[in-house]
C-alpha cells in the first residue's frame, strides 16, 4: 500500500517556471523526505523534513510540511530541462525500524 | 567513497525459478532496505536490515526473504518467481535503524524480468 499520495499526476512546464508538487499522507510520520528518478533508474534524494520543521530549502527546492493537514510540498524555482524526471515524496514512520512508504510520484517534464 | 553498488544490473528468469540480488551499502552505513518497483509505480518498501536482523516488513509474502552479512551488506531472495515480479529491484541504505536523519541514499536497482 502507498501511503503518500502526489499531485498532480503529471505537470509540463516551460523553463524557467516553477513546478509545484504536492504530497498528501494518512498516519503519524517522523520525517518526510522527497526524491527525483530519472528514467526508472535508481533514486536521487532531495531533500529531507522532519515531523518537527515546516519549511526547508536546498538550492532551488523548497520544501513545506503541514503535519495537521497531513502535506507537504516541493517547489522547485526556475526550472530547467534537467529537470525532467519524476518525483516521489515518501513517508517515514519509525516503529521499531524504520519504514519508508513512497507515493506514485509526480511525473515533471520541462519544455526547452 | 562508493555509494550504495547492486549487482546483477539486469537478470531474466522463467516462472517458478529463484533469484538472489545482491546490495552493498554506501561506506559507512549499516542499514539496508529493499524496495520493488513496477512500471510506473513509486517504489514498495519489501524490508530492512539492521544489525543482520529484519527489522520492518512491508507487505510481501514469504517468497520474499532476505539477509545482511556482517559486512553490511544485503541479499534479496525471491522464490517462485511469478510474472508479477517483473520490476526494478531497489536497494537503499542509512545511518541506524532509528537515526533522525534517516536520509536514504539508492542504488541504480536491479531490473528483473519474469518470463
Known amino acids: 500500500s502507498q501511503q503518500g499520495e502526489e499531485d498532480p499526476q503529471a505537470l509540463s512546464i516551460q523553463e524557467g517556471e516553477n513546478a509545484t508538487m504536492n504530497c498528501s499522507y494518512k498516519t503519524s510520520i517522523n520525517n518526510l523526505q522527497w526524491y527525483r528518478q530519472n528514467s526508472g533508474r535508481g533514486l536521487v534524494h532531495l531533500i529531507l523534513i522532519r515531523s518537527n520543521e515546516r519549511e526547508k530549502h536546498s538550492g532551488r527546492l523548497r520544501v513545506t510540511l503541514d503535519t495537521s493537514k497531513k502535506s507537504s510540498s516541493l517547489l522547485i524555482t526556475a526550472s530547467r530541462a534537467a529537470d525532467t524526471a519524476s518525483y516521489f515524496c515518501a513517508t517515514g514512520t519509525y516503529t521499531g525500524g524504520f519504514k519508508t512508504i513512497f507515493g506514485a510520484g509526480t511525473r515533471l517534464f520541462v519544455k526547452a | 567513497d562508493a555509494g550504495v553498488t547492486q549487482s546483477p544490473t539486469h537478470l531474466i528468469k522463467t516462472r517458478g525459478q529463484q533469484v538472489t540480488l545482491r546490495c552493498s551499502p554506501k561506506s559507512g552505513h549499516d542499514t539496508v532496505s529493499w524496495y520493488q518497483q513496477a512500471l510506473g509505480q513509486g517504489p514498495q518498501f519489501i524490508f530492512q536490515?539492521?544489525?543482520?536482523?529484519?527489522?520492518q516488513r512491508g507487505n510481501f509474502p514469504d517468497r520474499f526473504s532476505g539477509h545482511q552479512f556482517p559486512n553490511y551488506s544485503s541479499e534479496l531472495n525471491v522464490n517462485a518467481l511469478l510474472l508479477g515480479d517483473s520490476a526494478l529491484y531497489l536497494c537503499?541504505?542509512?545511518?541506524?535503524?532509528?537515526?533522525?536523519?534517516?536520509?536514504?541514499?539508492f542504488g541504480p536497482g536491479t531490473r528483473l524480468l519474469v518470463l
Open positions: 537503499a541504505s542509512s545511518l541506524g535503524v532509528g537515526h533522525p536523519q534517516e536520509t536514504q541514499y
Open positions: 536490515y539492521y544489525e543482520e536482523e529484519e527489522r
